[in-house]
């Protein structure tokens, strides 16, 4: 069965920095699409940031954008979100998705195969 084994997750404060990892087994990596979404209780699950199969194109929310990059080591088998200048409203449960092996389509969560588990990241003010 395929595992989405996220890390990295933990308590901030406003303006630091976390890296997000997230662990694959049982999963064929490099062809997979994969994405972070975030989810609050007050929210729906979000979209944050999708790295296609190939690493070629990365795609970022708009709230994201220039303090988050999402990466992957295909020979790990892991796939990272490097976020900076963190705010309170990043404030969330994050979670990895991977996606249908070559996956080219939008970054919908109602397409998304596998999820991991999540982790919390809290940014104090």
């Known amino acids: 069965q395929v595992q989405l084994a996220e890390s990295g997750g933990g308590l901030v404060q406003a303006g630091g920095s976390l890296r997000l990892s997230c662990a694959a087994s049982r999963l064929l990596f490099s062809t997979a699409t994969m994405g972070w979404f975030r989810q609050t209780p007050e929210k729906e699950r979000e979209f944050v940031a999708g790295i296609r199969w190939n690493g070629g194109t990365t795609t970022y929310a708009d709230s994201v954008k220039g303090r988050f990059t999402i990466s992957r080591d295909n020979a790990k088998n892991t796939l990272y979100l490097q976020s900076n200048n963190l705010k309170p409203d990043d404030t969330a449960v994050y979670y990895c998705?991977?996606?249908?092996?070559?996956?080219?389509?939008?970054?919908?969560?109602?397409?998304?195969?596998?999820w991991g588990q999540g982790t919390q990241v809290t940014v104090s003010s």
């Open positions: 998705a991977a996606y249908p092996n070559f996956w080219s389509g939008t970054y919908s969560p109602n397409r998304v195969t596998y």
